[in-house]
């Protein structure tokens, strides 16, 4: 095993930590402003259906937090932290490039691939990273360096959150993506220029693998995942703020304009709804430390799985109310943004409470030979939650079987088997030989799309059994038609439909919280801190 590199600050703040904190705001401007507008870009943009575009989200999410894994067996075996950081940074950056420079389906699948493998890569060993520049003499600051760090992770987001959707809007895919890839540039120079400033703890080859297989790394190991099967519920629904709920802000029944006090009136664009998360989060974070836990300690042991445990209800609780907002929307009911702000505001106590707590509490109860790898343990929890979602979006989806299209200013449709309820999402991936006529944001002009997206049903006859074709807003769509359907062509429904699919999540997220009160209760574990070396 080698010697830890260069000491810093012995009993006070170490100091990496603000090069460390800077590259982590950047980054994660790069990084939330890219997802930001993903859902939108490719339903708006690439015309994908929103159950296709839910299963491109989350996996590409899910490939985010698989990789981690990866990049923490790289660190601590072979290259460091360090330089595991700053070599797939580099990765990173050439995913920023893909997309900003390739606006198909083509180049969405090369960025999205190579951002998952250099954001994921680095991700553990980021976190162990921020946990490697405390030693004995000033441990009891990793708490407040921990909170700085998810600030920074914030502070970076909410002004990406709100920037790359106008962006995308008025300038184009090639300024909305171009923009994040700029400041991953920035991350990545920022972290080179403090390198001598960090406590470099070096790979540990074989002694490694000693810990990981001895009796303790196993044992670690082993707590962990159990825990971590618990907590992966929790991001199968969290990470869907990104997805299902940007959808649900698509729709012209959710009023997106805010007054504050009659002084200050604007119109919000749907992927914007998500920096309220950022903002919140920089609010419930002292918010939490200097008063609602002090509070709840008065009343129960507030330890970490404790957290984690209400954080869970809380959650199953935004979910209900994302379902009371869609009930109203699919009804046809004007419905203000604020009841969606009030979700974002429940999920985002909860995720103060399970995000945090589970990062700190990872990094301490891991080894100190796999602080990485057990943070990349953490990472595919969130993983397999939202391969989870990809899983169930794709259960969701009912094909059924068109009898006839008819094209025109009302384009009439009739299903072999299958009887629709007027409001009910239909999708089309190609194949209809019909086609819209949409403004293009950059020229302004009109250009023919194939017929691809999610529709919602219309006006429907009871006596021919056809309806009609209509936008989120219940305007009807005129199609051209372009070529003859396809032989057997099948449009796809939802199982479970409007609030139903919110309902079934929250109380997959309610079970999950109850089955987790013994674990919460009962969980003993050990705590791990670096020692300083010489």
Not at 103 to 125: R, V
Not at 312 to 336: D, K, N, P, V, W
């Amino acid at each position: 095993m080698g010697k830890t590199i260069q000491t810093s600050t012995t009993n006070g703040m170490p100091s990496g930590i603000p090069f460390i904190v800077s590259n982590e705001a950047a980054e994660r401007f790069s990084f939330y402003g890219m997802r930001a507008i993903l859902a939108v870009f490719m339903t708006s943009y690439l015309h994908m259906t929103e159950s296709r575009s839910t299963e491109w989200a989350h996996t590409f999410t899910s490939a985010v937090y698989f990789t981690p894994i990866l990049g923490a067996f790289l660190a601590d075996i072979f290259i460091g932290k360090y330089r595991t950081i700053l070599l797939l940074s580099i990765v990173y950056c050439l995913g920023h490039l893909a997309l900003a420079i390739n606006e198909t389906e083509n180049g969405l699948f090369w960025g999205l691939m190579l951002i998952s493998i250099g954001a994921g890569g680095i991700k553990p060993c980021v976190s162990a990273h921020v946990g490697d520049q405390f030693g004995e003499k000033n441990k009891h600051l990793i708490e407040r360096v921990f909170s700085i760090f998810y600030f920074a992770i914030n502070f970076g987001s909410l002004f990406s959150t709100l920037l790359t959707p106008y962006l995308l809007e008025h300038y184009g895919p090639a300024y909305a993506f171009g923009l994040p890839g700029i400041l991953m540039f920035i991350a990545t120079l920022v972290f080179w220029l403090g390198r001598k400033q960090y406590v470099h703890v070096p790979p540990f080859g074989k002694a490694y693998f000693q810990t990981v297989f001895g009796k303790e790394g196993l044992a670690a190991i082993g707590r962990l995942l159990f825990i971590y099967a618990f907590i992966a519920i929790f991001w199968a629904l969290y990470d869907q703020h990104a997805s299902t709920w940007v959808y649900q802000s698509k729709s012209a029944f959710l009023n997106k304009d805010i007054s504050i006090f009659g002084l200050w009136e604007f119109t919000l664009l749907p992927s914007q709804i998500q920096a309220i998360n950022p903002v919140l989060v920089l609010v419930l974070i002292p918010l939490s430390a200097w008063f609602i836990y002090p509070a709840l300690s008065k009343l129960i042991p507030l330890r970490p799985l404790i957290k984690v445990l209400i954080g869970m209800f809380l959650c199953a609780g935004a979910f209900m109310i994302a379902a009371y907002i869609e009930h109203r929307i699919s009804q046809g009911i004007e419905t203000s943004v604020w009841w969606q702000f009030l979700a974002y505001l429940i999920l985002t106590m909860a995720e103060v409470m399970v995000s945090i707590t589970a990062l700190e509490f990872s990094y301490t109860q891991a080894p100190n030979e796999m602080k990485s790898t057990v943070m990349g343990i953490f990472m595919f929890s969130i993983s397999l939650g939202n391969i989870l979602v990809t899983v169930i979006s794709n259960y969701n989806n009912l094909p059924e079987a068109v009898s006839t299209i008819t094209a025109g200013t009302k384009t009439y449709i009739s299903l072999n088997d299958y009887t629709p309820v007027k409001g009910e999402k239909i999708e089309f991936d190609g194949g209809s030989g019909l086609a819209t006529l949409q403004q293009n944001s950059k020229t302004k002009k009109f250009d023919t799309i194939p017929l691809t997206g999610t529709y919602l049903v219309g006006t429907i006859d009871p006596a021919s059994k056809q309806f009609t074709l209509e936008d989120n807003g219940w305007h009807t769509i005129e199609t051209i038609k372009t070529a003859d359907m396809e032989s057997g062509y099948m449009v796809v429904f939802h199982r479970f439909k409007h609030e139903a699919y919110f309902h079934m999540y929250a109380l997959l997220m309610f079970i999950t919280a109850i089955l987790f009160i013994g674990v919460a209760v009962k969980y003993q574990g050990k705590t791990y801190i670096q020692v300083e070396r010489e």
